[in-house]
């Protein structure tokens, strides 16, 4: 219970946790317990059949006209952005001041409060890190902002409810600007305070989400059910894939693979901290109805004629 209950406050990572008990430690960077392990050495829920991330094939996208905006709560809040931290040498995680911070509308089941924010990465220039993909391919890094269904008191409550999760993930593209944006130089100015695992810094009243969030048209996304992308993978989450990037140089991307480390400065650096897609199986993505789509086959043929052959006028 306990396991299960601070896995999923880091939700999408926190292996700590799970390293209490015993069998179940798991990690990138070696081939004793790497993502091909998981479903093996935690089959409960890394071997299920709904599990993330996946990749987006943007030809099967299904419109759904309930995939309308959200509603952002705390986003321009600066003092609700408190801590950032190493988090257990996996990722660099951010917490959030939860009765700040929440999402709803997005076709979401409810209000979500938001935990935490967290990132995922390659290896600098040399190698993408992003979760997710579309139609094959892998962005710089990848965003998490994890949040759970404001009516259950805790999170081992939201575990029972498929929809007890949302997840929010934005793809960050390199640049070859230096220094940009002036937000993502301020987040990374902090690594260097955090190398070693479990390391934390206070950066309350300093950044916005927003501010990290800039360029990203948030009301285009695609939406799929599926699973934490961490041990133990728990397929409760609902997932919100925007389609823009953001935007940030490379030379700020590369402070991710180049300045946290597993453990410490004498051992390996973060770097690869992304699952492998998974099997979409019977899963349908879907997205915003284009107006080409709805438009189309709600009229009858010669309706759609006339209307193509007009748009030659
Ligand atoms: C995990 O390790 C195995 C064995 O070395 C290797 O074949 C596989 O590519 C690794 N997977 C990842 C995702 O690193
Ligand atoms: C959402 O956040 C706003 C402040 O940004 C707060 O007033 C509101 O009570 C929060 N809602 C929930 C359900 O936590
Ligand atoms: C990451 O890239 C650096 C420099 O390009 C290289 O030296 C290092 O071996 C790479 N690390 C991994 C884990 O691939
Ligand atoms: C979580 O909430 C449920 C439902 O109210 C309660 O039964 C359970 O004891 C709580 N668990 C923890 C760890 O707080
Ligand atoms: C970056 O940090 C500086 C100094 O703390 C602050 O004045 C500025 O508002 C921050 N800018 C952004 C976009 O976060
Ligand atoms: C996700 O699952 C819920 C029920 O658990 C369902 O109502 C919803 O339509 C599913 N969403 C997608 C995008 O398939
Ligand atoms: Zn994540």
Redesign the pocket.
């Known amino acids: 219970m306990k396991v299960q209950l601070v896995t999923l406050i880091a939700a999408c990572l926190l292996p700590t946790a799970l390293s209490e008990g015993s069998s179940a430690v798991w990690c990138y960077n070696l081939p004793s317990c790497n993502s091909t392990t998981w479903p093996i050495d935690i089959p409960e829920h890394c071997s299920g059949t709904k599990q993330s991330p996946v990749n987006i094939v943007t030809a099967n996208i299904q419109g759904d006209a309930s995939l309308v905006a959200f509603n952002f709560a705390g986003f321009d809040d600066s003092s609700a952005v408190l801590q950032i931290q190493n988090a257990d040498g996996k990722s660099v995680k951010v917490s959030l001041d939860d009765s700040k911070v929440n999402v709803s509308g997005g076709g979401l089941p409810g209000v979500y409060v938001s935990e935490q924010f967290h990132i995922h990465w390659g290896n600098g220039s040399s190698s993408a890190g992003s979760e997710h993909t579309v139609d094959g391919k892998q962005y710089a890094m990848e965003l998490h902002i994890v949040n759970i269904k404001s009516i259950y008191p805790n999170v081992t409550a939201a575990l029972a409810d498929p929809t007890g999760l949302a997840v929010l993930g934005f793809f960050i593209e390199a640049t070859s600007d230096s220094g940009k944006p002036?937000?993502w130089k301020?987040l990374t100015s902090y690594l260097s305070s955090i190398p070693n695992n479990g390391n934390t810094l206070d950066i309350m009243n300093?950044?916005t989400l927003n501010?990290l969030l800039q360029g990203v048209d948030k009301t285009k996304y695609y939406r799929y059910n599926g699973s934490l992308t961490t041990p133990s993978c728990n397929e409760g989450v609902v997932w919100t894939v925007f389609k823009d990037t953001i935007k940030v140089s490379q030379d700020l991307i590369n402070l991710f693979s180049t300045t946290l480390y597993i453990n410490t400065k004498s051992g390996p650096l973060i770097t690869n901290n992304f699952r492998p897609v998974q099997k979409l199986n019977n899963r349908v993505i879907k997205s915003q109805v284009s107006s080409a789509s709805t438009l189309y086959p709600a009229l009858s043929i010669s309706t759609a004629l006339l209307i193509y052959t007009l748009s030659w006028l």
């Open positions: 002036q937000s301020n300093t950044i501010s």
